[in-house]
């Protein structure tokens, strides 16, 4: 019987729309909860796993110093400060986190950590009167944990969304076109922490479904749906209602869901620093150029050089043995310099490690007029997949990314930074069209949210977005979380060709 039934939900799913009935077979097969539980204990265990590694970390790297400073094990005696990160990291919202910008999350950490480590370091303080080895252990420990904490974040999530157990169910009001673009976003990144299981529409003419979420042409029914799933979440995306039409959804509809959330008519802004002003009863939404401000390119700009020159030493020798093996496996100079465009249009040289082979521009003609596929990609990104002037060595540098190191003496130079657009040649100008201006009113970048959301893969209208979001929403944070992506975008050699 209840097998027939199912095969006749399936039946009329292709009909135009669903009823509430049928949608609650379908949804009671898939879903059991609609709590957040398992999200929140799942990150106190990857918080606490992180804080723990931290400890040990710190210890053993002071111990590692000076054996007899103190006793590596005693790190363990410490773990009972662990309740204090968790407490304060609920206090600065970090469970569940839905929809908490990376950067944010970051920034939170950090002070979250400054906290429970600055009390633990203070608490000591007061009691011995003195900052021993196991204060600079906390030191250290501080250092780490941001690091951890971040990464198990990562993996807590990956095995939530493995398992199932993670995300919580979210209606979408509206499945017209920013219905679905919202219902796109929430399938193909579950880090964003919510499913989406319905979507209410107004349309009798619109699809039974989307991408397999059931659509029903009625947005009346939000106190029935909570009351016969307990859902909690409802997102409204139709901004193209009338004010009226709108006021009355949200207080008769939407209103009955505990929490909710209103998508905007204007995807052009996307700070994530946007905050809300009261004028006399009339709602405003504030936000701040910060990359206008000199105080925050002052800083953006010691940070850079900071980092430059600490990693500069660091990585010095591998450079020198780089551009050897470049000498040594093809003709022509280690080093390539190639004109780009940069803040407000100026041009400059921009440092490559050499990858391409002396005869380049005679076999990318070649390669363009013999393959109209070729051709093709090339127009819509500039880059080759297969590209013939590429050396071996070559490949195995832009694989793993090690060909952009020289740009470290363009940040050196003030002509770049680590994180901003990416410089492009003359020909991309056009590909930009009425956004070049304001997105080239900063420097470029070694790296940037283009490249850490795919890189090569990405089309121009995708690097588009992710540069205005990177000028709208800039900050300390944004920078750091985008260097720690960068990473990993490199070891795993994503989008690198």
């Not at 207080?251 to 998508?263: D, E, G, K, Q, T």
């Not at 304001?438 to 970048?445: D, T």
Request: positive net charge; hydrophobic residues 45%; proline residues 3%.
């Amino acid at each position: 019987m209840r097998r027939s039934a199912r095969q006749g939900v399936k039946r009329r799913l292709r009909v135009k729309g669903m009823t509430l009935d049928e949608f609650e077979v379908w949804y009671r097969e898939r879903f059991r909860r609609t709590t957040s539980a398992y999200s929140i204990i799942a990150m106190i265990v990857s918080d606490l796993i992180a804080v723990m590694f931290s400890f040990g970390t710190g210890f053993f790297l002071v111990n590692l110093y000076d054996m007899g400073a103190i006793s590596f094990r005693s790190f363990v005696t410490y773990w009972p400060y662990l309740p204090i990160f968790i407490i304060v990291f609920q206090m600065l919202s970090l469970y569940p986190g839905m929809a908490l910008a990376p950067a944010e999350e970051l920034r939170h950490f950090t002070i979250g950590c400054a906290i429970s480590f600055g009390g633990i370091i203070i608490s000591r303080y007061i009691e011995d009167k003195e900052f021993d080895a196991i204060t600079a252990a906390f030191f250290i420990s501080f250092i780490f944990s941001i690091l951890f904490l971040l990464i198990g974040r990562s993996i807590a999530r990956r095995v939530l969304n493995k398992t199932k157990l993670g995300g919580i169910p979210a209606v979408i009001y509206g499945s017209g076109a920013t219905g679905r673009l919202i219902a796109d976003k929430l399938l193909n990144n579950h880090s964003l922490g919510y499913v989406p299981v319905l979507m209410l529409g107004e349309d009798s003419e619109t699809a039974d479904n989307y991408r397999g979420i059931p659509i029903i042409n009625d947005t009346s029914i939000g106190p029935e749906i909570v009351r016969r799933f307990n859902i909690k979440m409802a997102i409204v995306a139709m901004y193209h209602l009338k004010r009226r039409e709108l006021v009355h959804l949200l207080n008769y509809s939407v209103s009955a869901f505990r929490y909710n959330v209103l998508i905007p008519d204007f995807f052009g802004m996307t700070s994530i620093w946007m905050t809300a002003r009261d004028f006399d009863g009339i709602l405003g939404l504030a936000t701040v150029q910060r990359l206008k401000m000199r105080w925050n390119l002052a800083i953006k700009r010691a940070i850079d050089i900071l980092l430059v020159v600490c990693g500069g030493l660091v990585i010095l020798p591998f450079m020198l043995l780089i551009a050897l093996v470049i000498r040594l496996t093809s003709p022509g100079r280690a080093l390539y310099a190639q004109t780009r465009v940069g803040q407000n249009g100026r041009h400059f040289k921009t440092y490559k490690f050499r990858t391409m082979t002396a005869d380049a521009a005679e076999r990318l003609r070649a390669t363009l007029e013999s393959s109209e596929e070729a051709r093709l990609e090339w127009e819509a990104t500039q880059k080759l997949k297969n590209d013939p002037r590429v050396t071996k060595f070559g490949a195995f540098l832009r694989k793993t990314s090690l060909d952009e190191f020289p740009q470290f003496i363009n940040v050196l130079k003030g002509d770049m930074s680590l994180v901003g657009p990416r410089p492009i040649v003359d020909d991309e100008i056009k590909k930009y069209g009425d956004d070049f201006q304001r997105i080239f009113s900063v420097k470029p970048g070694i790296t940037g949210l283009w490249q850490v959301s795919g890189r090569s893969d990405t089309n121009y209208k995708d690097r588009v977005s992710f540069d205005t979001y990177y000028l709208q929403s800039w900050s300390i944070w944004l920078d750091l979380w985008v260097l720690y992506k960068t990473v990993g975008v490199v070891l795993r050699h994503k989008g690198a060709y």
